[in-house]
């Protein structure tokens, strides 16, 4: 069976309204998202994996976490481990946090041609809801796919 491996870390300055240092974690790598975490075994027979963000389980050995709460982090730096700057909070609150800090990567989508990844103009969208072609046709005369058409049609997408 493979050790567990030791936690280490390096303090840093704490961002302005926390207490204490920021306690960055140097042993573990970040995932994907920017969060140091830890792989345990789930299911032995399986070779079953489960990926644990360290924020998450410092939150439930301090402060409990409930089912459906997040560990949230007071300072907003996704690699700090300490303690007293991880809290329990709701997805609601943890946007807001996300937001104060300036680390909020969401945002409201932008309707119709306002939306970078638009494909049709709003004419184009006219001529679809007008037209007796067929959504195959006019798929392949816009070059998008029946299912776009289709949700224009039925105003699943693109909604006037």
Not at 101 to 124: V, W, Y
Request: hydrophobic fraction near 25%.
């Amino acid at each position: 069976m493979k050790k567990p491996k030791p936690l280490t870390w390096t303090r840093t300055s704490p961002p302005a309204g926390t207490d204490g240092d920021c306690i960055i974690c140097t042993s573990h790598r970040p995932s994907g998202n920017g969060y140091p975490h830890v792989e345990r075994t789930v299911d032995r027979a399986n070779r079953g994996r489960r990926v644990y963000r360290l924020s998450r389980i410092i939150c439930e050995r301090v402060h409990g976490l409930p089912t459906g709460m997040l560990a949230l982090h007071h300072c907003g730096n996704r690699m700090c481990i300490n303690p007293g700057h991880i809290y329990p909070g709701t997805h609601k609150k943890n946007v807001a946090a996300a937001k104060r800090h300036g680390t909020f990567k969401g945002g409201p989508s932008r309707p119709g041609a306002s939306n970078p990844s638009a494909k049709l103009t709003a004419e184009q969208v006219e001529y679809i809801r007008s037209s007796r072609e067929s959504a195959r046709q006019l798929a392949l005369q816009l070059g998008v796919t029946k299912c776009t058409i289709e949700r224009i049609k039925y105003n699943h997408a693109w909604k006037p």
